[in-house]
């Protein structure tokens, strides 16, 4: 098992920033990537940015690219998405996840952090 908690969530205005942390817990050596995804009311969750736990490699969604990037803390088990230049099409809940081998695949998701941007 792994237990995502995401925070840094909050309101700011349009071309300001904010910085989201996942902070995992449980069998995180089990970890093979981590992400972020994010949903806006009436539309699909969609997949923002990832990163590969062991090598760092990482993508970032098209809509996102150059301003959003993704990074992480080993020793503290805590992925980061920093977040710049958000624009009004940005707000969404923003949800941590997580994939881990355990034997087989499988997919944890954080409660989701609330980023509001106004203009």
């Known amino acids: 098992q792994v237990q995502l908690g995401e925070s840094g969530g909050g309101l700011v205005q349009a071309g300001g920033s904010l910085r989201l942390s996942c902070a995992a817990s449980g069998r995180t050596f089990s970890t093979v990537r981590m992400a972020w995804y994010r949903q806006a009311p009436g539309k699909e969750r969609e997949f923002v940015a990832q990163?590969?736990?062991?090598?760092?490699?990482?993508a970032v969604a098209d809509p996102v690219k150059g301003r959003f990037t993704i990074s992480k803390d080993n020793a503290k088990n805590t992925v980061y998405l920093q977040m710049s230049d958000l624009k009004p099409e940005d707000p969404a809940i923003y949800y941590c996840n997580a994939l881990v081998y355990l034997g087989a695949t499988r997919t944890y998701w954080g409660q989701g952090t609330q980023v509001t941007v106004s203009s």
């Open positions: 990163i590969a736990c062991s090598s760092g490699s990482f």
